[in-house]
Nanobody
Framework: QVQVVESGGGLVQAGGSLALSCAASGISSSLSSMAWWRQAPGKSREFLAT???????HVADSVKERFSISRDGAKNTVYLQMSSLKPEDTAVYYCYAGAHWGQGTQVTVSS
């Protein structure tokens, strides 16, 4: 049974940094890609970044100056490093791996 679990969310002041982690378990091989998305209240889910097992990454233009993604392919773990956070980054952050969504982790940025 595949499980996708995010961690690292919380409350941070504007301008601060936060690192999220996502671990996928129940998978016998290295996932070809893992991705981060987010959903703010009243908005649709927004793609943020993806990383392949081979180390290829892509970050959405809207956040590429502030967010970065990294991957531990051997462990099916992906990280999202966020800096210079803004109140508009407040959202539930989701990991997508192995065709499964995690439960999400809340990130709240105070002004």
């Amino acid at each position: 049974q595949v499980q996708v679990v995010e961690s690292g969310g919380g409350l941070v002041q504007a301008g601060g940094s936060l690192a999220l982690s996502c671990a996928a378990s129940g998978i016998s091989s290295s996932l070809s890609s893992m991705a981060w998305w987010r959903q703010a209240p009243g908005k649709s889910r927004e793609f943020l970044a993806t990383a392949t097992s081979g180390g290829v990454t892509h970050v959405a233009d809207s956040v590429k100056e502030r967010f970065s993604i990294s991957r531990d392919g051997a462990k099916n773990t992906v990280y999202l490093q966020m800096s210079s956070l803004k109140p508009e980054d407040t959202a539930v952050y989701y990991c997508y791996a192995g065709a499964h969504w995690g439960q999400g982790t809340q990130v709240t940025v105070s002004s």
